[in-house]
């Protein structure tokens, strides 16, 4: 009997052992016997499939800058596998997101996208990593015009006004007459009117109500047959557009008549303290945070569950930093300091103009749907979004390009305090981060 099991353990050893050492020192050839081996000591991630086959899953279009919409497809070797996939950067499984249609580029710019095929049978790909990122930059905030520090509009030739670039992805919307808008440079679904208004022509008064009321409302709102939520910060700033001159409302009325100008809810939490949440103001664009019990308008959207902004950085060279997630290059320190930590010299206060002068070309001053993107407003203490990439960061007010519009003389900043969005006199002082395509 002990031959017998000799020979069973040298059979084994042989059929399990070898070829897994051989795929170790030989990669280039086919690893299902060592992974088969390794499922069966429960080291394989993917030990709940019965083998790996050499489907294949194709990628369309690659992972690049695009600087209009585009939807990113998935296509399996094998019509009869299933494509999961994740945007964490870690392994899909059967439990990750199905794969059902094409995804616009707008709800996974930045990620760390992986993918896999999995059949009925348990027999899966290999997993895949997308060979790169997707870029996006933000959308145009609509600002056309340009003024100075007084207030008096004057032409935007070489001020480096925002008005002047007009950088950002272009909008556009797709109503489909029932109640609903595309916004096609997102992907989002929108609800045309505010609750409490006619649903085809938003005639009426919109109804206000507490957060928790709002939230309740959107997830059971019965329009299009689709799943609706109450919008997220990042989700609900997209619809801000500032081409009204007089920023009342700052919204594109045409395709979202009758919005009110007081804030509307977003579904995240000012996570200082979440009694508070953020509000979002077509009456100017202001983007501050309330208390959860005060009453304000509700619109809601039919989207992706991957709502709040990603940070992905990379230090280029010593003073700057690429954004993955919309292809900028930013400016590592505050103005006015130096070195690989940001440890030298002092940060700058200048006032608008000044600011706007501290930016040689190529760098500028960033608008501010530009400013937001590096805005990280789930951190309980400052909204620097990655001490590495930024170290030494003021948690203050940076200033951007562009011209608050309800007051011609002064401008949008950033608080890197607490993620506020709200306007200072240009005659004021705030920090400045310069910003390059």
Known sequence: MKKVYLVLLLVFTNCYFNPLVNSLLNPSEKEDDSLSFLALLGLNN?????????????LSPA????????????????????????????????????YTEP????????ADIRYIAIKSDGTSSNVFIAPGYYMYPPLKTGQTECWDSAGELISCINTNHDGE??????????????????????????????????????????????????????????????????????????????????????IDLGIFPNTVI????????????????????????????????????????????????RYSFVNLV????????????????????????CEIGAPTLYNWADAQSSCNSPWRLPNINELKTILNFSKIVGANPDNEAFPNNVNGSYWSSTSYSLNKSRAFYADYNDAKVEQLSKSGLAYARCVKE
């Not at 993917?46 to 194709?58: E, G, K």
């Not at 585009?70 to 990750?96: F, M, Q, R």
């Not at 990042?234 to 500032?242: A, I, S």
């Open 63 to 98: 992972p690049a800058r695009y600087t209009s919409p585009v939807y990113i497809s998935l296509t399996s070797s094998d019509p009869e596998a299933k494509i999961y996939y994740t945007l964490d950067g870690s392994n899909p499984t059967e439990l990750s997101n199905e």
């Open 262 to 309: 007081t804030g509307y809810w977003s579904s995240t939490d000012f996570y200082r303290d979440t009694a508070y949440t953020w509000r979002i103001g077509f009456g100017g664009s202001l983007i501050i945070n309330f208390l959860k019990s005060n009453n304000h308008p509700t619109r809601c959207v039919s989207g992706y569950d991957e709502t709040l902004a």
């Open 318 to 341: 010593e003073d700057e930093v690429l954004d993955n997630s919309t292809g900028f290059i930013w400016g590592k320190c505050t103005n006015g300091l130096m070195g690989s930590n």
């Open 103 to 110: 995804i616009h580029i707008w709800s996974i710019a930045g």
């Open 165 to 250: 670039f007009q950088f950002g992805v272009e909008r556009g919307y797709l109503n489909h007459g029932n109640g609903t808008v595309t916004d096609t440079s997102t992907g989002l679904i929108w609800q045309k009117c505010s609750k409490g208004q006619n649903t085809n022509d938003c005639s009426g008064s919109a109804s206000t109500d507490n957060w928790e009321n709002a939230k309740f409302y959107c997830e059971n709102l019965n329009l299009d047959g689709r799943s609706w939520k109450l919008p997220s910060r990042k989700e609900l700033e997209t619809l801000l557009n500032k081409s009204n001159s007089t920023g009342n409302p700052s």
């Open 46 to 58: 993917n030990a709940s499939q019965s083998s790996v086959s050499d489907i294949s899953i194709s």
